[in-house]
């Protein structure tokens, strides 16, 4: 069901009303599940919930609050239907650089990257837009996923979304002392995944350093100049790269790869774009038939003034979400 197939008007509630929530509902989704398509799908089951059940809602609530409670409720029965989402250094050990590419896993094996252009419209306060892209970070959401469902659900909504526990409480149908000892219970396990900051207040932004840090990445990476690239990893720098269930780590073991069984990537163009709250690229290979083909998004964290994470999805049907181009024309290049 989308806006366009809803009645014009239900019990008092209005289509629009139910809409311009969508996009914060996606971002709590998103949270909740590890998948952009997941939390689509929750949101829309939350539409069509809330459509449904429309004669019901009373007032008591705010419109907001009841529809994040539907929305919790759509998200813990797709919990309850599958497994936990994870990285690739969540399954394992690293590998060498020389060894053979394991078999891929399914795509619902993995924790995806978010569009930030799914999120956020750019038209509110810069500062309040860093400070919500702060609270998107790859990490935080992959170290979410350890959480038990509910336990997940109380700190996105009282560290993130700012809810009382009085107000998630009721909710859950719970206790505040009950969504105060899960909270606790959730602080303690994200340490334990080295999530130990959950202060969103500040925002997490690109500086001027690493904005040219990032400049020199691109072109390191174009003209496939690996000792230069290597340069700009921190030593311990980790590189994975989903649908496989491999990573590497290490400035050295990375440069490796990309001499032997990444070399293929030479020849390479990127094209800026946003994910999970940081500087993202879609990755393009050299096409048979001429141009570029996509072939992967890169989530590049940096801390300070080196590149500590190279993170590959190689999921091309995506790239329409991150807005890049599904093909790239040699004359741009």
Known sequence: MTQTELP??????????????????????????GSVFE???????TMVRAWRAADRFEGRSSLRSWLYRIA?????????????????????????????????????????????????????????????RSTIRFAFVAALQYLPPRQRA???LCEVLRWEAT????????????????LQRARATLATRHIDDLDFSEPVSTS????????????AFEQYDIPRLVSLLRDDAIMSMPPFPMWLQGAH??????????????GSRLVATQANGVVAFGSY??????????????????????????????????????????HLDPELF
């Not at 014009?8 to 989704?29: K, M, N, V, W």
């Not at 989402?85 to 399914?106: E, N, V």
């Not at 001027?208 to 072109?219: F, G, I, K, S, T």
């Open 8 to 33: 014009i008007s239900a019990f008092g509630i209005q289509p629009e009303d139910l809409e311009r929530h969508r996009r914060e509902l996606t971002g709590y989704c998103y949270r909740m599940l």
């Open 39 to 45: 939390a689509e799908d929750a949101v829309q089951d």
């Open 72 to 132: 919790t409720n759509a998200c813990l029965d797709m919990l309850r239907a599958r497994g936990r989402r994870a990285r690739p250094m969540d399954m394992g050990p690293s590998i060498k650089a020389d060894s053979a590419l394991p078999d891929m896993l399914p795509e619902n094996a993995w924790v995806e990257p978010f569009p930030d252009r799914r999120l956020f419209d750019d038209t509110g306060d810069p500062a309040e837009l860093a400070v919500r």
């Open 154 to 156: 109380v700190l996105i």
């Open 167 to 182: 107000e998630v409480a009721a909710l859950l149908d719970s206790t505040v002392a009950s969504v105060n000892s899960a």
């Open 208 to 219: 001027a350093h690493q904005a040219r840090l990032l400049a020199e990445y691109v072109d």
């Open 253 to 266: 073991e990375i440069g490796a790869w990309f001499l032997g069984t990444g070399s293929e990537c030479k």
């Open 285 to 326: 290979r050299v096409d048979p038939a001429g141009g570029y083909k996509p072939w992967c998004i890169q989530l590049i964290d940096i801390d300070g003034d080196r590149i500590v994470g190279h993170h590959n999805f190689l999921d091309t049907k995506v790239f329409e979400d991150f807005g890049v181009p599904a």
